[in-house]
């Protein structure tokens, strides 16, 4: 099992940055993948970025390609969100998830998800 934990969420106003962190601990986590994703009430689970294990690959989707970045410490099992020029739509609970494989989008191929974290943006 792989235990994922998110932190970093909260309330920010229009333009503002949150820095999103995911802890995993667990038996194994060498060579899994990582990625974010977000879910707002009544909406589907959509991929916002994805990295992997070495770091060389990265994806980000269109609504937060430019402002958000996603990166990884494997010393600390930790992938970060780094969310900048923040606006309201994107606001949703925020997920942390992986897989043993490479980076991707579908959020169906991950295995292991965090409980979430809120993030709300203000107008």
């Known amino acids: 099992q792989v235990q994922l934990v998110e932190s970093g969420g909260g309330l920010v106003q229009t333009g503002g940055s949150l820095r999103l962190s995911c802890a995993a601990s667990g038996r194994t986590f060498s060579g899994y993948a990582m990625g974010w994703f977000r879910q707002a009430p009544g909406k589907v689970r959509e991929p916002l970025a994805a990295?992997?294990?070495?770091?060389?690959?990265?994806y980000y989707t269109d609504p937060v390609k430019g402002r958000f970045t996603i990166s990884r410490d494997n010393a600390k099992n930790t992938v970060y969100l780094q969310m900048n020029s923040l606006n309201p739509e994107d606001t949703a609970v925020y997920y942390c998830?992986?897989?043993?494989?490479?980076?991707?989008?579908?959020?169906?191929?991950?295995?292991?998800w965090g409980q979430g974290t809120q993030v709300t943006v203000s107008s």
């Open positions: 990295v992997s294990w070495s770091g060389s690959r990265t």
């Open positions: 998830a992986v897989r043993r494989g490479t980076a991707a989008a579908d959020p169906a191929l991950y295995e292991y």
